[in-house]
């Protein structure tokens, strides 16, 4: 699902008062710069199941504000001229960034780590989400390509062009990489099905990435793009390229296991084991 954002659409990033609040602020406030729109702050607190503890819903509300001042000094400090609105409400957070998102540039939520059977909050809005969201890493290098995960299936169209629009803000290099799912039918053999030809599938499988981002670089002239094809399990290569990529940016399709299905298999990998910064596009 596809939404038009207009120029002043903000960027949002919502904290909860854990280390994870710090590269999410950091990442949201520097995308907030890139693409010249405001910042909207949310320190979201779920009130307690029992209605009438007073005390734990004062704790509650204490700990947001106290993670709402935190976040907002840090702003304040490093970048006093960016326009940024904070409210602290109450709430499932997760709920409150898809309500959200359809008058959003950009969600940024914070990675964390995962409970067996139960989504984590990125993973929920990066599932739901009207706009494309980036789930915060401590690693991977600034100055790093941005790495775009293709598989020759999904439409590469809103991948690209999310793609190709974060190289040209960042000044860096776009690297499509096209990682096989399946093999290409012209790399096996006419007579023999299962004689198959390494060389042809590589030749196929670049001639494929080629035909995708036909008409890109007429859009983008100067971003520089260096196509890839990859031979591995997808998870494992888009994870070892977050290191050193600015940004990796990965489309949602469900596939898998049922903890995976509406997120999508490889896209929940890479979320939760990427060093850097991680955009979803649906």
């Given at each position: 699902m596809s939404t038009a954002h207009w120029p002043n659409d903000p960027v949002f990033v919502a904290v909860s008062g854990t280390p994870a609040d710090t590269p999410a602020v950091h990442l949201a406030a520097a995308e907030a710069i890139l693409r010249r729109r405001p910042l909207h702050l949310l320190a979201v607190y779920e009130p307690p199941s029992e209605r009438n503890d007073r005390v734990a819903v004062t704790t509650a509300l204490a700990g947001a504000r106290l993670a709402m001042t935190d976040a907002l000094l840090w702003l304040r400090a490093s970048h006093p001229d960016l326009e940024v609105d904070c409210r602290v409400l109450p709430g499932d957070p997760a709920v409150l960034l898809v309500t959200r998102s359809g008058t959003a540039a950009e969600v940024?939520?914070?990675?964390?780590?995962?409970?067996?059977?139960?989504?984590?909050?990125?993973?929920r809005v990066a599932a739901y989400a009207?706009?494309?969201?980036?789930?915060?890493?401590?690693?991977?290098?600034?100055?790093?390509?941005?790495?775009?995960?293709?598989?020759?299936?999904?439409?590469?169209?809103?991948?690209?062009?999310?793609?190709?629009?974060?190289?040209?803000?960042?000044?860096?290099?776009?690297?499509?990489?096209?990682?096989?799912?399946?093999?290409?039918?012209?790399?096996?053999?006419?007579?023999?099905?299962?004689?198959?030809?390494?060389?042809?599938?590589?030749?196929?499988?670049?001639?494929?990435?080629?035909?995708?981002?036909?008409?890109?670089?007429?859009?983008?002239?100067?971003?520089?793009?260096?196509?890839?094809?990859?031979?591995?399990?997808?998870?494992?290569?888009?994870?070892?390229?977050?290191?050193?990529?600015?940004?990796?940016?990965?489309?949602?399709?469900?596939?898998?296991?049922?903890?995976?299905?509406?997120?999508?298999?490889?896209?929940?990998?890479?979320l939760h084991h990427a060093s850097g910064p991680v955009a979803v596009v649906r």
């Open positions: 940024v939520v914070p990675v964390s780590t995962p409970v067996r059977g139960v989504p984590t909050v990125g993973e009207r706009c494309p969201v980036l789930v915060s890493h401590a690693g991977g290098e600034p100055g790093g390509d941005v790495v775009v995960a293709l598989d020759g299936i999904a439409p590469a169209e809103p991948l690209l062009g999310y793609g190709f629009e974060a190289a040209a803000l960042r000044g860096v290099a776009l690297r499509p990489m096209l990682v096989w799912n399946a093999l290409p039918d012209s790399a096996f053999g006419t007579l023999n099905p299962f004689a198959f030809d390494r060389a042809a599938a590589d030749v196929e499988a670049d001639r494929l990435l080629a035909e995708e981002l036909a008409g890109w670089s007429e859009k983008y002239p100067d971003v520089h793009v260096e196509r890839t094809v990859v031979r591995r399990h997808p998870v494992m290569a888009l994870v070892e390229e977050s290191a050193t990529a600015s940004l990796v940016v990965v489309g949602c399709r469900g596939q898998g296991t049922l903890r995976s299905m509406v997120l999508g298999s490889v896209c929940h990998g890479v």
